[in-house]
């Protein structure tokens, strides 16, 4: 059957795009870290980065809190999770658009800051991350110095801090997309 939504009242701090999400399902929260705005709702504004960690709950009455801090505001970097923790992966920063390679995580458990605890094959952005229950992937993206796309599958173990591994290769070359959770 069709699923239908409605709106919770809840508002999130601000309007922001090119921004990264994921979840902590066990206890029913969501996250959303980094990207900018551009003085939205009018367009009129100065561009603004984020490096803020928000979090909110699924349950009413919806409750969202700065939860932490990214080391720097990433725009379209790629959010994964674990059971106990978040991931934000590559991404460039603003306003250079230079792209990252690094892999930073922070506790479920409370708010922090996050950790680098790896690096990516590559550094990029605009990459589709994948949740699973013993690794989180990151999958293509896109490289702005020569502005280029990449298949690269990377994979990190969330047992064990330390750089990615190249897991494999896409069928194509894609950046931009979306990911998935297992």
């Not at 699923?3 to 994921?22: K, M, W, Y």
């Not at 349950?59 to 379209?76: I, R």
């Not at 920063?93 to 390679?101: E, I």
């Amino acid at each position: 059957s069709p699923v239908t939504s409605a709106d919770t009242s809840s508002e999130l701090a601000t309007v922001v795009f090119r921004l990264t999400g994921f979840t902590d399902s066990s206890n029913s929260v969501g996250y959303r870290a980094g990207g900018f705005n551009t003085g939205v709702p009018s367009g009129s504004g100065p561009n603004v980065a984020y490096d803020t960690i928000e979090k909110w709950s699924f349950n009413s009455p919806y409750p969202v809190s700065d939860y932490g801090e990214l080391s720097a505001a990433h725009l379209v970097a790629s959010g994964t999770s674990s059971t106990t923790h978040g991931y934000v992966s590559g991404g460039a920063d603003y306003p250079a658009y230079t792209d990252v390679n690094t892999v930073e995580k922070y506790a479920f458990a409370g708010p922090a800051t996050t950790d680098d605890v790896g690096d990516l094959t590559a550094a990029r952005s605009g990459i589709q991350g994948a949740s699973g229950d013993t690794h989180i992937y990151n999958a293509g993206g896109t490289d702005w110095g020569p502005s280029a796309c990449v298949n690269t599958i990377d994979r990190n173990s969330t047992s064990a801090d330390g750089n990615s591994v190249d897991a494999g290769e896409l069928t194509d070359i894609r950046g931009l997309g979306t990911g998935l959770e297992s």
